[in-house]
């Protein structure tokens, strides 16, 4: 069964600062993977994927995510953070198993905390 | 990305009444999802709406308490039936395969139902 776990329930770091936040997977075949944000009281926002091609994914608001196929891991990161970037963090895999729907797997979250 | 629309944005009801949340797209989607993501939780797909058929439901959700509807490509609607205050959470609208993206899902602004 696919499934996808964030270890840590919340990171805080320092305003300018780079951060990880991380992400691990189990699927079977390719992993289709994601990473979306959610503002208070707000929707999901898309920031990036990983289907195929460049380990290293470019997404929204200059986050990044490296995907490790060894490690079976997908962390996000960004160089410098901002105070504006704090949020709860969703890692998700879509499920690709034959006769199924396509439906994201999320992980439990990360809130992520920058100071000033 | 698509934009994506729901009405109510937020609403409290008694319990044992319903609720029906509509998923208005501005463009035409071959996948429409409702998520459900309970309090300080994560999202938890309950169904995938199915243009012109019945909506295919998730293991511990079935049809009697959260009926779906999709007449057409750009809209959904969610019911949730029979409320108690376990139904408390955001409802969440999601789409994929539309002519800009094959293979993300974006959200909905989402839906905060509480439940008296």
């Known amino acids: 069964a696919q499934s996808v776990a964030q270890p840590e329930d919340q990171v805080n770091v320092a305003e300018g600062n780079p951060l990880t936040v991380k992400c691990t997977y189990s699927v079977s075949g390719n992993p289709y993977l994601f990473w979306y944000v959610q503002y208070p009281n707000r929707g999901l926002q898309f920031l990036l994927k990983?289907?195929?091609?460049?380990?290293l994914v470019k997404g929204s608001y200059g986050f990044e995510a490296e995907f490790n196929k060894s490690q079976t891991s997908f962390h996000l990161k960004k160089p410098s953070a901002l105070v504006s970037d704090s949020a709860l963090y969703f890692c998700?895999?879509?499920?690709?198993?034959?006769?199924?729907?396509?439906?994201?797997?999320f992980g439990q979250g990360t809130t992520l905390q920058v100071k000033p | 990305s698509a934009v994506i629309s729901q009405k109510p944005s937020r609403d409290i009801c008694q319990r044992g009444t319903s609720l029906t949340i509509q998923c208005q797209v501005d463009?035409?989607?071959?996948?429409m999802f409702w998520y459900r993501q309970q309090p300080g939780q994560s999202l938890t797909l309950i169904a995938t709406?199915?243009?012109?058929?019945?909506?295919?439901?998730e293991s511990g959700f079935v049809i009697d308490k959260f009926p779906i509807s999709r007449p057409n490509l750009t809209f959904s609607t969610l019911t949730v039936s029979n409320l108690s205050p376990e139904d408390s959470s955001i409802y969440l609208c999601?789409?994929?395969?539309?002519?800009?993206?094959?293979?993300?899902?974006?959200f909905g602004p989402g839906t905060r139902l509480t439940v008296l």
């Open positions: 999601s789409v994929a395969g539309s002519a800009s993206s094959t293979d993300t899902q974006y």
């Open positions: 998700a895999v879509r499920d690709m198993a034959p006769g199924n729907t396509g439906k994201l797997i």
């Open positions: 990983y289907i195929t091609g460049d380990n």
């Open positions: 463009s035409q989607v071959t996948m």
């Open positions: 709406a199915n243009q012109g058929s019945e909506a295919t439901y």
